[in-house]
């Protein structure tokens, strides 16, 4: 797709994999924009599961710190800047937030400002032992961006999100995974292979199903329990009808493992 990102789709899991190690794949524009290029094209696809991933031991170290240091020492319209490249990152790291179908982040070293956003936004997070997650916008003077002030508080609640902004925290991977933001970590040298059981669990599931979970359980918060529950009959409509929901009775009275088709 680009020299930035890799592609790829297999058995019906697309893979994106930030790709600019000497960066260590921090998240530039030209990023941003085949990330989001790539979503566009799962969602016209028959694709049942997205994972996001960084090469060379890196997730994604924040924004293009290059770009940055280019736009303080020129005389560039601010607003124009924002609009033309700021923005542009921060609706990414929505766009992977609102993907359809589960999304899983693979979190193998550092996870930094937008780039740590950018993990949150998936559905699931996998971390390896030597990850590591921080939301220190403010240590280049930045307030918070990429989502960070909708996701961050929606998991780990207001004041402990605070904490790690205001603080600069370093999170490492058990720590992660206290505060939820991370939901497995695994041995650095079994994550490739730990993390492909996830993958595949989700994957093979019952992917109209899952999809409309995952739009349930994402407004669930800003909904009356009334409104919930007229959503969630709603979402019934749409999966009893499925071949997936057939195959899960019959296993399920049958004694065995269902084998869902996505359909």
Do not use: W
Request: charged share 25%; aromatic share 6%; glycine share 6%.
């Amino acid at each position: 797709m680009g020299e930035q990102l890799r592609f790829d789709v297999a058995d019906e899991t697309a893979t994106i994999t930030l790709n600019n190690p000497a960066m260590r794949n921090a998240l530039s524009l030209e990023m941003a924009q085949q990330i989001k290029a790539a979503i566009e094209e799962v969602d016209q696809s028959d694709v049942r599961c997205l994972v996001i991933q960084g090469s060379n031991e890196a997730f994604c170290a924040g924004g293009d710190i290059q770009s940055m240091l280019e736009a303080v020492s020129t005389d560039a319209n601010m607003d124009a800047l924002i609009a033309d490249v700021g923005e542009p990152v921060n609706r990414t790291v929505q766009s992977v937030y609102e993907c359809p179908v589960p999304t899983i982040a693979k979190v193998d070293g550092p996870a930094y400002g937008a780039g740590a956003s950018l993990a949150i936004a998936a559905d699931i997070v996998l971390a390896s032992e030597r990850a590591e997650l921080s939301f220190g916008f403010q240590r280049i003077g930045l307030s918070v961006d990429s989502g960070t002030s909708y996701l961050l508080p929606r998991i780990v609640g207001e004041n402990t999100a605070k904490n790690l902004v205001f603080r600069d925290k370093i999170l490492d991977a058990e720590e992660s995974a206290d505060l939820g933001l991370v939901q497995e970590v695994f041995p650095t040298e079994q994550f490739e292979q730990e993390s492909q059981r996830v993958i595949d669990q989700v994957a093979s599931g019952p992917t109209i199903a899952l999809k409309q979970s995952k739009s349930l359980l994402q407004h669930g918060l800003n909904r009356t329990m009334d409104e919930a529950i007229e959503n969630e009959v709603a979402a019934l409509k749409t999966v009893f009808p499925t071949d997936d929901f057939s195959e899960g009775v019959s296993a399920f009275v049958e004694r065995r493992t269902p084998e869902f088709t996505g359909e």
